[in-house]
T-cell receptor, first 113, second 116 residues
Framework: KAGVTQTPRYLIKTRGQQVTLSCSPISGHRSVSWYQQTPGQGLQFLFEYFSETQRNKGNFPGRFSGRQFSNSRSEMNVSTLELGDSALYLC????????????FGPGTRLTVT | AQKVTQAQTEISVVEKEDVTLDCVYETRDTTYYLFWYKQPPSGELVFLIRRNSFDEQNEISGRYSWNFQKSTSSFNFTITASQVVDSAVYFCALSDLDNYGQNFVFGPGTRLSVLP
């Protein structure tokens, strides 16, 4: 089975721009979660989608949003980028919502200049 | 509120030494799951183990073993006879459910360096 894929792998954007990141989960997985990883804050939960519905959201401003499509693929969007948004964004998929283990993609490294 | 603490920020050992990574968690739920993940230098998190709150049996998988103790809210991870390839950041995580879905909280991670 193919693993979780994320595109693009690297991005450089300027402050004030917006960005869209994409995640394709493992086939058959219906839940997709997004995390932000930075050296200072560690791994922080952004949101979880299950069956095209946002199930849970972390403590991030409204500039961070996401969606899930009927094929379980997910996108996250960050608008009005700030320097502090520079991070590794990780997507994780799992069979369902609940106590399932999550399988992570390689991440998208976003640099905001 | 949930919380996962990994008090050891960095550990260095010499190859073939045993090493234990500590994890202490907080949750008000009686049903929850605990996880360990490994993040090698390549960056991709790798799932290692999942344990539910009702199963306190220790688990061994090759050189890896896990000790779950509800009485002390700990879920420690031991690598026996460490190897250079074990060098990575290791994360402990806790998952429970609220009305909306899965809450997944990661600890800050422990960076393990295994020296040849």
């Amino acid at each position: 089975k193919a693993g979780v894929t994320q595109t693009p792998r690297y991005l450089i954007k300027t402050r004030g721009q917006q960005v869209t990141l994409s995640c394709s989960p493992i086939s058959g997985h219906r839940s997709v979660s997004w995390y932000q990883q930075t050296p200072g804050q560690g791994l922080q939960f952004l949101f979880e989608y299950f069956s095209e519905t946002q199930r849970n959201k972390g403590n991030f401003p409204g500039r961070f949003s996401g969606r899930q499509f009927s094929n379980s693929r997910s996108e996250m969007n960050v608008s009005t980028l700030e320097l502090g948004d520079s991070a590794l964004y990780l997507c994780a998929s799992s069979l369902g919502t609940g106590y399932y283990e999550q399988y992570f993609g390689p991440g998208t490294r976003l640099t905001v200049t | 509120a949930q919380k996962v603490t990994q008090a050891q920020t960095e550990i260095s050992v010499v190859e073939k030494e045993d090493v234990t990574l500590d994890c202490v968690y907080e949750t008000r739920d009686t049903t929850y799951y605990l996880f360990w993940y490994k993040q090698p230098p390549s960056g991709e998190l790798v799932f290692l183990i999942r344990r539910n709150s009702f199963d306190e049996q220790n688990e061994i998988s090759g050189r890896y073993s896990w000790n779950f103790q509800k009485s002390t809210s700990s879920f420690n991870f031991t690598i026996t006879a460490s190897q250079v390839v074990d060098s990575a950041v290791y994360f402990c995580a806790l998952s429970d459910l609220d009305n909306y879905g899965q809450n997944f909280v990661f600890g800050p991670g422990t960076r393990l360096s295994v020296l040849p």
